[in-house]
């Protein structure tokens, strides 16, 4: 593959374009949500707070700029979920939109599956570039003719107009999750697709919007018994009858669709032991008083999982490590990388302010020889995984000039700070990067501030 | 005497003293959970030392950056005191919490008490802080917060 993801000590990562409001004002409406480019990394779509989808698209290469690759313009924007109450149940139901995945494309229009915590919709967005003139009933301003009037008969012709690009829903898949949607994939078949909420996993086909079939249901029968939740779900990139989910409780499943109809009972069990002597997993205490009870419970939550582009491991993202997985091997990871393991001393006050339940999701680049994936301050973290060796970087107006090489950042865990480092108790908390997309060919990168997407390509000579 | 105080943070049964049949939930359910250990009359005096001593670890922690496992002695220490922990019924209120997302309630006993209290016919409307639904002021339809969607474009696009 051309171009496809170098190492990440060779590459040069380069500020291309920024997208958002410069005032640090932000509206709750504008926090973005999810990013996520389509299979050839020519469209790139965003959802927002506030049900809002944009989509960029690539323009062609510039033959005069030979430096960079095309630049991302706002191709479609739309207002995919509205915010909603459910009288019965006395829930708020919010528009955030909380994963956009699309669909290959078949024909000339792209479609996209966008999700709230209830809804699922397929989105058409088609291109018009031609209107029909020349009607024999109708004016052209559309009013209509009266027809004893006609007393010639011409053929409308398909005449150009300027670009217009449509969005529209054609399916609407509703009322199938009791509790709140965390995942979607669309499966290798590209004919169903999952979705999965805190209990459930329920597989759907894409033309059908009043069945969905029930694949996994970890619900207790008696919900004082639960212990866990499911966190994400996918489904396997070529095997159309595998999917993965994680769970609350640090554990990832694989299950196979071919072994029943409920796959409640897991194929592997992807778990890692604790190691006495330094716990490789984040151990958060948590105390909690109930009446004249106590509880402590351990969260090791996974906030993501995802397959590798060639099907043959999978990454999974908790708090403050991402850790990379041989299907073939359940008992460990093959790998694993600390992304700010300067906050372990920290998870106590990280629970006061909320932190250490943020969601960071983690990628792949193109040829899975790298991974990334998001940290605060508006760092991201990069790791190669053939050369070893990992880099942070910042998304900040700052290095916004058009070309600039990104610097390395380095946080300063203890001791004397270097020059340049920035020691963890001046990290800013509240800017944090919890989406993140690679292209699926190009080092091109799409990384998602609070309320702005920034676009990085490498250095091209 | 005060009628909900601590209850408030408190998801337990309710007990007789309690208001029997209203269901009560606070209308925003922050997670935020206190690590202090709160002291309850039915706890043995074995408990009050284990308070001394777990704000006390809690001061050790904070001061030992360089202590290699501080969250795994602090646990040692909790398991040692607390050996039947994790085997609470009850189910986590933490996952409760993560699926009762969004939930909303309307209190009617904040409501007949509000009503109860006023003497005069001119009742209490919203303050100020339109997301207080609950307390002294008498919650009506058009109190609460309307939820439109967003009308303006976003603003990657612009």
Known sequence: MAGAGGGSSDVQWCFSQVKGAIDDDVAEADIISTVEFNHSGELLATGDKGGRVVIFQQELENKSQPQSRGEYNVYSTFQSHEPEFDYLKSLEIEEKINKIRWLPQKNAAQFLLSTNDKTIKLWKISERDKRPEGYNLKEEDGRYRDPTTVTTLRVPVFRPMDLMVEASPRRVF?????????????????ETYLS??????????????????????IKPANMEELTEVITAAEFHPNQCNTFVYSSSKGTIRLCDMRASALCDKHSKLFEEPEDPKQPPLPLLLLLEIISKKKEIIIIIMISDVKFSHNGRFMMTRDYLSVKIWDLNMETRPVETYQVHEYLRSKLCSLYENDCIFDKFECCWNGNDSVVMTGSYNNFFRMFDRAQRRDVTLEASRESSRPRSVLKPRKVCAGGKRKKDEISVDSLDFNKKILHTAWHPQDNIIAVATTNNLYIFQDKLN | ????????????????????????????????????????????????????????????????????????????????????????????????????????????GDYNMAKAKMKNK???????????VTGDHIPTPQDLPQRKSSLVTSKLAG
């Open chain 2, 1 to 108: 005497s005060p009628f909900w105080t601590e209850q408030r943070y408190c998801t337990g049964e309710l007990g007789a003293g309690d208001r029997g049949d209203y269901i009560k939930a606070p209308l925003f359910q922050t997670r935020k959970r206190r690590i202090t250990v709160l002291y309850s009359a039915n706890m043995s005096s074995e408990n009050q030392e284990s308070e001394a001593q777990m704000e006390s670890g809690e001061e050790k922690q904070d001061s030992q950056e360089k202590d290699s496992n501080p969250l795994k002695s602090e646990e040692a220490k909790l398991k040692a005191k607390y050996p039947k922990l994790g085997q609470k019924p009850g189910g986590s209120d933490f996952l409760m919490k993560r699926l009762q997302k969004g939930q909303k309630y309307f209190d009617s």
């Open chain 1, 196 to 217: 999965a909420d805190d209990l459930r996993i329920n597989l759907w086909h894409l033309e059908i919007t009043d069945r969905s079939f029930n694949i996994v249901d």
């Open chain 2, 122 to 132: 001119q009742l209490p409307t919203a303050g100020p802080d339109k997301n207080l």
């Open chain 1, 174 to 190: 509703a009322n199938a999750h009791t509790y709140h949607i965390n995942s979607i994939s669309v499966n290798s078949d590209y």
